[in-house]
Nanobody, 116 residues
Framework: QVQLVESGGGLVQSGGSLRLSCAASGFTFSNYAMKWYRQVPGKERELVAGVTTTGISTSYIDSVKDRFTISRDNAKNTLYLQMNSLKPEDTAVYYC?????????WGQGTQVTVSS
């Protein structure tokens, strides 16, 4: 079955960096675009970044451009999110997701907390 497992979250000071990973299994990872979302309690889940199957094309929300980098390693079936210059407003649970044959699959999420 499809599984997405995020890791790499934690507590970091403002201005710090973290790298999130998402290990994928149960499907042909290289065939599907991947995305990172984040969610703050009481708010809707927010799309953060996306990457195409080859990793050549990426997209970001304005608030993370020039600070976050999404990438993938298709040989390792792993999605990444490098987060630099973190701000307190980046605090959220981060999820990776894949849409496969009309259904969206989500990981369990990893908490990122940025202290001021």
């Amino acid at each position: 079955q499809v599984q997405l497992v995020e890791s790499g979250g934690g507590l970091v000071q403002s201005g710090g960096s973290l790298r999130l990973s998402c290990a994928a299994s149960g499907f042909t990872f290289s065939n599907y675009a991947m995305k990172w979302y984040r969610q703050v309690p009481g708010k809707e889940r927010e799309l953060v970044a996306g990457v195409t199957t080859t990793g050549i094309s990426t997209s970001y929300i304005d608030s993370v451009k020039d600070r976050f980098t999404i990438s993938r390693d298709n040989a390792k079936n792993t999605l990444y999110l490098q987060m630099n210059s973190l701000k307190p407003e980046d605090t959220a649970v981060y999820y990776c997701t894949a849409r496969i044959i009309g259904r969206s699959y989500w990981g369990q999420g990893t908490q990122v907390t940025v202290s001021s």
